[in-house]
C-alpha cells in the first residue's frame, strides 16, 4: 500500500521515506493509499493471537513491498511486549483497556511501534535520526523507555521552563542517552512554534533527517490500527451481529485508525463519538466537518509540533462522503452527563473510568438503538489508566483510587541545567549541535 498526501495524489511515498521525512512538501498528512482484503486472515485470528502477532502481519500487509514478513514480526515483538485488555461488562458492553503499557497510556504504544520501525529502516539505511518534539506530560517517559538502547535515533525534547519530568538523568544525552531536554520560555503554543518554525526549513530537515513523534508521523498512527484488529480477535466467537467502538476523538487519530481498519476489510459497523466543535450536527443531526468549508489548498500547512488528523478524517471520506452520516454517529454530551456516565459506570460496573472514556461512554449509551438487534455489541476504548483523573474522580464519585508508580513517577521533576530558549534560531542551533 504506497502512501500519498491529502492535499496531492500525485504523491507517492514510501513507508521508510514518510517516518523519516514525516510532513509531505505540499503541506498535507501522509495517509495510505488503496485498500487491502485481509479478510481471511483477520477471520483466523482468535483469543490466542498475540497482539505482536496481529500488529506483525498488519505491518507486513501495509508495506509488504519494503520489508519481508519477518523484518516486520520483529519489529512488532520487540515493539509490543504489552498489550490490551478486552473485558466484558455486560451481554453487549466490552471494554478495550489500552493502558497497560509501562506509562500507563495509549501512546504507548504508537511511539514504541514507530521508534523501532524506525530505529529498524536507519540501521537498514545506515543512517541516523532526530526526533524533534513538545511536551508537559508523560511523552518523554514515553520516549525514554522507547529509545533505551537505541543507536541511531536521537530526541529533541521540548518542555515548559520547569516543567521537565518523567525521565531520568541517565536518559540525558550527554550522560549517554537519547534524549536532549530543552526548557523553553514559553508555554505550549511556543513550544509548537518553535517546532514548526524548525520544520519550515526544508534544508534543515533533511540535513538532520528530522522527524517527530506525534502522530503526524503516519508511523505513529498505522499502530493504532492493531487496536481494532485486536479487539476483534476477542469478539469473533462472542458477538454475532453489528460491532460499533465508542470513543472520545480527542486528535482524532484514534478514529482515523478504526477507518483504516475498516478498509482493510475488519468488520466494523460505526464509530459513536461525543461532538466537537470540528465534528458536530448540523440542523437535522447529519455529521459536518467544520473545517470543510475552506479547500484544503487555502489552509496553513499541517503543523508537525501540534497536529491534527482531523484532516486525514476529511480525506478518508472524500471517498466515501455518502457513507459518513451511516458510519459515524455523533451525540453532544454536557458535563452533567459526563459526571453521570462517571457514576454509572461505577455503579453498575464496580469501574473508575478516566474522564474521556466517562465522555465516550456517554454518548454510547445515547446510541443504545444501535444494538437492540440481538447480537450486537459496543466496545468502550479507555485509552488512559483512572489514575490520570484521580482527582476528576474523586469530584464525581467521592473515592480516592490508588495512584500507580508508574504514573507517580511521571510527575517526578528533573533539573537538567541547561539554558532556557524563546527562539528557533537557539532552538535550530542546539540541535544541529548534535550532528
Known amino acids: 500500500m504506497r502512501l500519498t498526501s491529502t492535499r496531492d495524489k500525485t504523491v507517492n511515498s514510501s513507508f521508510a521515506n ?38 506483525g502481519a498488519l505491518t507486513s500487509a501495509f508495506i509488504n513491498n519494503e520489508y519481508s514478513p519477518i523484518i516486520c514480526e520483529t519489529i512488532a515483538t520487540k515493539a509490543f511486549p504489552f498489550e490490551p485488555v478486552l473485558k466484558q461488562l455486560d451481554e453487549k458492553l466490552f471494554v478495550l483497556e489500552l493502558f497497560h503499557g509501562p506509562t500507563c497510556c495509549y501512546r504507548d504504544f504508537g511511539v514504541s511501534y514507530l521508534i523501532n520501525m524506525l530505529e529498524t529502516t536507519l540501521h537498514m539505511e545506515n543512517k541516523n535520526s532526530i526526533l524533534l518534539d513538545y511536551t508537559s506530560g508523560e511523552h518523554g517517559s514515553i520516549l525514554a523507555k522507547s ?3 537505541k543507536k541511531h535515533i536521537k530526541s529533541v ?15 540525558f544525552i550527554w550522560n549517554g542517552g537519547n534524549i536532549y531536554p530543552i526548557e523553553i520560555d514559553g508555554d505550549a503554543e511556543l513550544g509548537h512554534r518553535l517546532i514548526n ?8 530537515v533533511g540535513k538532520l533527517n528530522l522527524t517527530v513523534s506525534t502522530s503526524a508521523n503516519i508511523g505513529r498512527l498505522i499502530p493504532q490500527t492493531f487496536f481494532f484488529t485486536y479487539a ?31 478498509r482493510l476489510s475488519l468488520p466494523v459497523s460505526g464509530f459513536i463519538l461525543p461532538s466537537t466543535k ?4 448540523d440542523a437535522i443531526g447529519n455529521p459536518v466537518i467544520t473545517d470543510s468549508i475552506i479547500p484544503v489548498e487555502m489552509r496553513i500547512e499541517a503543523e508537525a509540533g501540534d497536529p491534527s488528523n482531523m484532516e486525514r478524517f476529511e480525506d478518508f471520506f472524500s471517498h466515501y462522503a455518502a457513507m459518513m452520516k451511516n458510519f459515524v454517529y455523533l451525540s453532544d454530551i454536557s458535563e ?36 437492540d438487534e440481538e447480537g450486537g455489541a459496543i466496545v468502550l476504548l479507555d485509552r488512559f489508566h483512572p489514575a490520570f483523573s484521580a482527582s476528576y474522580i474523586n469530584q464525581t464519585i467521592g473515592d480516592k483510587i490508588k495512584i500507580p508508580e508508574a504514573i507517580i513517577n511521571l510527575k517526578k521533576p528533573v533539573s537538567i541545567g541547561r539554558p532556557v530558549i524563546k527562539t528557533p534560531d537557539e532552538l535550530t542551533a542546539l540541535i544541529s549541535a548534535l550532528l
Open 18 to 55: 514518510a517516518i523519516q521525512n514525516c510532513m509531505p512538501s505540499d503541506g498535507g498528512l501522509y495517509v495510505p493509499d488503496g485498500t487491502a482484503d485481509l479478510r481471511r486472515w483477520i477471520l483466523y485470528t482468535n483469543e490466542n493471537t498475540s497482539f505482536a502477532s496481529i500488529a
Open 147 to 149: 529509545l533505551e538502547g
Open 157 to 171: 525534547l521540548l518542555y515548559p521552563k520547569g516543567q521537565v519530568c518523567g525521565i531520568s538523568e541517565k536518559d
Open 197 to 204: 518554525e524548525v520544520f519550515k526549513d526544508k534544508d534543515l
Open 232 to 262: 476483534f480477535s476477542r469478539l469473533k466467537n462472542k458477538v454475532s451481529s453489528d460491532i460499533y467502538y465508542a470513543l472520545d476523538p480527542e486528535n482524532y487519530g484514534n478514529l482515523v485508525a478504526g477507518l483504516y481498519s475498516w
Open 278 to 281: 470540528e465534528l458536530t450536527l
Open 336 to 371: 452533567e452527563e459526563t459526571e453521570q456516565a462517571e457514576k454509572d459506570l461505577f455503579i453498575k460496573y464496580k469501574r473508575y473510568s478516566d474522564y474521556h472514556t466517562a465522555k465516550a461512554y456517554a454518548a454510547a449509551v445515547k446510541n443504545q438503538d444501535l444494538i
